[in-house]
């Protein structure tokens, strides 16, 4: 999978029901995509947050696209999540975690959306590996089905599991050939208790952390099914 920005519940669940997690990280960059955002809640309406990239484009590959990150824009940023978020039952234990993601000592946006994953892993004590394609399969020749068959192979893997909208792009058939079998997560996003407005689905992982426990949490990434 790309690496997003603090992403939904449904990318946490892949990690959950993954033996190895693959960051594809060499592929090309998407303008209006989660790579760099994701939504958080506002005065109980879904908002953006958003880190602001230089010169993105979706002819570079994701690990070539520097953040612009300075010191008045993070401020911004963690203000925002501050305000949004401030009388939420856990915001003391996740709040912090978040912020230092924001402030990390790194230059593209790849690396701010993989620490965010990280953290939010550490966070929840998901020790599932982790892989950026860029570091470790030396296959950017190939494309499509054929890269992923060749990195599932690099992998000894016997199966692949990729998000739920992959079905439109994958055969089953083309795995099998290879000896591998493909499943499909489909996410289940439990409702929770977020403030006084009715429940907002779907949101940045920022938000379930900051209404759930950390055993509420683990319930929710068991919540799928593979087809």
Request: proline share 4%; with cysteine; charged share 20%.
């Amino acid at each position: 999978m790309q690496p997003y920005f603090f992403p939904y519940l449904g990318y946490f669940q892949l990690i959950w029901a993954a033996d190895r997690f693959i960051f594809y990280d060499d592929v090309n960059y998407i303008t209006g995509g989660w790579i760099n955002r994701n939504r958080i809640l506002i005065n109980n309406t879904a908002k953006y947050l958003t880190i602001p990239c230089s010169k993105a484009s979706q002819n570079k590959l994701i690990q070539e696209i520097n953040h612009s990150l300075d010191d008045k824009n993070r401020e911004k940023l963690v203000r925002k999540i501050k305000h949004a978020y401030k009388n939420a039952p856990h915001f003391k234990e996740v709040y912090p975690l978040i912020r230092d993601v924001i402030y990390a000592n790194s230059m593209t946006i790849s690396e701010v959306a993989i620490t965010s994953i990280r953290v939010t892993m550490d966070y929840l004590g998901i020790a599932t590996p982790l892989k950026k394609s860029s570091a470790s399969y030396h296959n950017q020749h190939l494309h499509g089905t054929a890269r992923i068959l060749d990195i599932c192979k690099k992998e000894d893997a016997s199966t692949y599991t990729n998000a739920i909208g992959g079905r439109e792009i994958y055969s089953r058939q083309d795995f099998s050939d290879e000896g591998i079998d493909l499943k499909f997560l489909k996410p289940i996003i439990p409702t929770y208790e977020q403030f006084s407005g009715p429940f907002l689905s779907g949101l940045s992982i920022i938000d379930v952390l900051m209404f759930n426990t950390i055993p509420q949490v683990h319930e929710m990434l068991s919540e799928y099914t593979l087809e």
